[in-house]
Every structure is written in C-alpha cells, then in structure tokens.
C-alpha cells in the first residue's frame, strides 16, 4: 500500500512536470506584462494555480487522453475518416445505470475540484454559467479526444463532469464568507481604471491548455516510457 502511493506521487508530479514547458514561457510573459500594467501577482495565486494544473493533469490521466502518437498513428484515418467501432460512442443518456453507479459517482466527484477551484482562483468565475460552460467544454474536449485511442465516447461521463461542475461550485458559494480573506490573497490585484491583459483575463483557459499540451506532447508519448523502467526497477512492479 505504502510502496503503490509513493508510485503514485511520482508519477503524478511528472504530471506536473511534462507541463513546464508550456508553463514556464508563459508565466515569464504574463509576469513581464502584468507587472508594466500594474497588476499585482500574489505567491498564493501562483501556489493555487498549480495546485489546480496539477489537479486538472491528473484528470486528463485519469480519464484517458490520447497523446501526439496516438494522432499520428491515426493520420490517414483523419483523412478517410476515423475507424470507429459502434460500442465506441454512447449517445443515450443513462445507458450503462443498470451496471452500477459506481462511474457516475467517480466523474462526478472527478470535476467537483474544478467547480470549486474556478470561483476561487479567478473572481470571473463566481458566475455560474461560466463555471458551467467551462466544465462542460473541457469534457467535451476530453469526450471527443477519446475517438483517437479507442474509448468509450459517453454522454454519461458528459453530464456527470458538468453535474460535478455544478456540485463543486455551490460548494464554492456555500463556504465563500469563510473563503474570502484567502480569495484577498488570491485574486489578481489590479487598477479599477486599467483594462486587464489578456493573458492575465484568459489564465484559466492558458492554465488548462498548458495541462492538456503537457500529457499530449510528453507526459504520454515520452516521459511515461521513460517512467515505466525506472518504477519497474524500483518496486518491482507498475501501476499507471
């Protein structure tokens, strides 16, 4: 037990790690460009949305994305179109219930963080159908990046991350008086007369970008390879 969550913490920072690439550049300018117009970036900002890439990796693994491999093995079916087997794609709302609510219950749970962390890091957010919107886009994101690799496309897993969207949100709502000396620290300082930039007013969709580019580009394709001898070689065995 104690060997399979240390695995678990290593895998899960190299997670974290494949997204250094896109994060860092784009740190360097949004703090290059905030600090000319005067808006004031906090260390705890910084800390919570790490903590939310970090989260939002362990998403995109959980659930399976492709990788840049998977849409290259895949190029000529881009262009004929995709072999996609009937079992592949469920478009009937509720259709796996009768096997157990076990997986509705998991996408749930799965984006309550992400309804929650939203209003809390970014004030934009603290409106709901924002929040919801998000949530939704990025499963469907997720959904139909699935078509590449051979799982299952599922309206279920859909409704269940927007409901958990929701869930996480009134969370929000509910403990937001008690939340608000930390949102002080979080939120981005900046003058009522200035227009925020626009790397600064989309952070959340660059945050999320940088997330999805990381596990596509080298978590999957590259370190994971890499990851595998070494865990191997080191407990002898390989949960990923």
Known sequence: MIMSIFMFIIVSITWLISTLPFLIPYQILLAYQSKKLGHKLSMAHFVCVYIFVYYFTGVLSFTGIPSILDIVHNSFGIITGLNIQPDEINLIPFYWM?????PYI??????????????LIWKRYEVLWRTLLTGLTFSLIIELSQLFNQRITDIDDLLMNTLGTFVGWVIFRLLKKHLSKLQDKIFVQHPNNEKIPFLLRKEACFYTASAFAGMFFFFYPLLRSLLIPFLRSLFGFVLM
């Open 98 to 102: 009768t096997d157990g609510i076990r």
């Open 106 to 119: 998991e996408n749930i749970l799965l984006f309550i963080p992400l309804g929650f962390m939203h209003p």
